[in-house]
């Protein structure tokens, strides 16, 4: 990780799928620069196994885990209503990371697999930005930045994720569409787009397909959560002021052309 800084003290951080690998990394970064950070996954164990992880003896700092579907509008504005009542604020940075697989040849995907990736992946991400935004909008907050995990997938494609590849170019038109509207609030939107990750979701990837993939990443390794939970941090924080609706690729160069 990269040394400690506090660019992000005084934001209250609502992170997605922070449970788990990228999630968990960037709730921790988060809160190593400074950030309250509010955990959201849909396991309350494991939001509470990151919470028990966090850093919190900077300015102001009060972190809180919470449990959210963020396929349901119900689920959201529950848990964006708790983090009101207790930091008397919306977030004013979010980060969507939750995310799921549920691979399968196109030839065979059935109607479910299509539907469950697209409602938790495209849907959650449209469904919270748009909870956050409107929090944000309605008490003046001056300004916010909703930053939401895409995938490198999303632009090229790949065997066996016609539903998550659709549903990561999907959250790619969403921010940039957000992008556009929200610039007027002071919100900024944007994507970070990863390549091969090691996480709990690239562990049920077949040893083989790791290898493959690994020979076509030019820097030759698989990336570490931390590596995508600082370019988060980067886009959250007032060092990309003036970037919104951009998206960042952190594949170590896999599929550039
Ligand atoms: P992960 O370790 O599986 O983390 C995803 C987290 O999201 C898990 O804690 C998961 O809980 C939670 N989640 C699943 N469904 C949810 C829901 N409906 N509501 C709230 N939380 C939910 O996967 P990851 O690799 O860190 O992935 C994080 C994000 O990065 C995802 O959007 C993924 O598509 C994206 N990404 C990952 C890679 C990679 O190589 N790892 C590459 C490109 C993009 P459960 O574990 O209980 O399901």
New binding site residues.
């Given amino acids: 990780m990269a040394a400690a800084a506090t660019r992000l003290i005084s934001r209250l951080t609502l992170v ?2 922070g ?5 968990r990394a960037v709730c921790q970064r988060f809160a190593s620069e400074g950030a309250s950070v509010v955990v ?4 309350e164990e ?1 939001a509470n196994e990151t919470l028990g992880s966090l850093q919190g003896d900077l300015r102001g700092q009060g972190h809180m885990a919470g449990v ?4 349901s509008k119900e689920s959201i504005t529950k848990l964006v209503t708790s983090i009101q009542t207790r930091y008397f604020q919306p977030p004013s940075v979010c980060v969507n ?5 549920r691979d399968d040849f196109l030839l065979n995907m059935t109607e479910e697999e299509f539907d469950k990736v697209i409602q ?2 495209l849907k ?1 991400s449209f469904l919270v930005t748009q909870a956050v935004a409107q929090a944000l909008v309605a008490c003046g907050a001056p300004k916010g930045s909703i930053v939401t ?5 999303g632009k090229v494609g790949n065997v066996g994720q016609a539903n ?1 590849a659709a549903s ?1 170019a999907g959250v790619e038109g969403l921010t940039r569409t957000a992008a556009k509207e929200l610039s007027r609030f002071g919100i900024r939107c944007n994507c970070v ?5 090691s ?4 562990d049920k990837v077949p040893e083989k397909v790791i290898t493959k993939m690994k020979s076509l990443v030019p820097m030759g390794r698989m990336g570490e ?1 931390a590596e995508v939970a600082d370019v988060c941090a980067f886009l959250a924080s007032d060092d990309s002021r003036y970037i919104t609706g951009a998206s960042v690729e952190v594949t170590g160069g896999l599929f550039i052309g």
């Fill in positions: 997605t799928g449970g788990s690998g990228i999630g959201a996954d849909i396991s494991s959210v579907d963020v396929s990371a939750a995310g799921i697989t938790v992946n959650g995990v895409g995938s490198i997938v998550y990561k787009l990863p390549g091969f990750i996480t709990p979701m690239t959560p």
